[in-house]
């Protein structure tokens, strides 16, 4: 059974940062394939970020060029380095991962869910 921890989520102002952390309680190669999503009130729970096990990575418009998702092997921890943070990036995090190689946005693809970890940007 792998266990995903998420950890780095807070309160912070525009334009601020925040540095989110995953760490998986399984060796890296069983979960080559991970990713962040994200679920704001009232709406669906979308991709933000993914890793394939190519090293491929893929973002979600929204956040092009703010966020960077990243891998320590090492460590069996998942990142999202989130810069330029805005009120809309206000919702809970999640980190998930799952035994296949792609790096994908979807949501069903995923085995492994964290708990999550709440993200909150004022004005």
């Known amino acids: 059974q792998v266990q995903l921890v998420e950890s780095g989520g807070g309160s912070v102002q525009a334009g601020g940062s925040l540095r989110l952390s995953c760490a998986a309680s399984?060796?890296?190669?069983?979960?080559?394939?991970m990713a962040w999503f994200r679920q704001a009130p009232g709406k669906e729970r979308e991709g933000v970020a993914c890793l394939g096990s190519n090293g491929r990575t893929r973002y979600t418009d929204s956040v092009k060029g703010r966020f960077t998702i990243s891998k320590d092997n090492a460590l069996n921890t998942l990142y999202l380095q989130m810069n330029s943070l805005e009120p809309e990036d206000t919702a809970m995090y999640y980190c998930?991962?799952?035994?296949?190689?792609?790096?994908?946005?979807?949501?069903?693809?995923?085995?492994?869910w964290g708990q999550g970890t709440q993200v909150t940007v004022s004005s």
């Open positions: 399984i060796y890296s190669y069983s979960t080559p394939s």
């Open positions: 998930a991962a799952d035994s296949g190689t792609a790096c994908s946005m979807y949501a069903v693809l995923y085995n492994y």
